[in-house]
């Protein structure tokens, strides 16, 4: 099961960081990404669980960064520049079956956890 961690609140401008366990057989899996609800559900990030190929949604490029920390099977997601438009509840995803933009190609998801950014 996937567990994300890191949300809360801040100012517009500020940093946060997201970072979700992710289980071995996702890990196997190679690719794990973010999505984002707030009016909708949207793509955030995605990136080969070795490192490869790293996507990321117009609205955070630049400003996103997706990684992962082997050594704590986690992958995180560095938010800064916030915005208000970034409040939504943040899901870690993985086991990817098709394009990475459709949620209903993942198959594993977090529970999500809340991200609220203040002007």
């Known amino acids: 099961q996937l567990v994300e961690s890191g949300g809360g609140t801040a100012k517009a401008g500020d940093s946060l960081q997201l970072s979700c366990e992710v289980p071995?057989?996702?890990?196997?899996?190679?690719?794990v990404g973010w999505f984002r609800r707030s009016t909708k559900l949207e793509f955030v990030a995605a990136m080969s669980y070795t490192g490869g190929t790293i996507f990321y949604s117009d609205a955070v490029k630049g400003r996103f960064t997706i990684s992962n920390d082997a050594s704590k099977s986690t992958v995180n997601l560095q938010m800064t520049g916030l915005k208000p438009e970034d409040t939504a509840v943040y899901y870690c995803?993985?086991?990817?079956?098709?394009?990475?933009?459709?949620?209903?190609?993942?198959?594993?998801w977090g529970r999500g956890t809340q991200v609220t950014i203040s002007s």
């Open positions: 995803v993985a086991d990817l079956m098709g394009d990475r933009h459709r949620s209903g190609n993942w198959n594993s």
């Open positions: 071995e057989y996702s890990r196997n899996r190679f690719v």
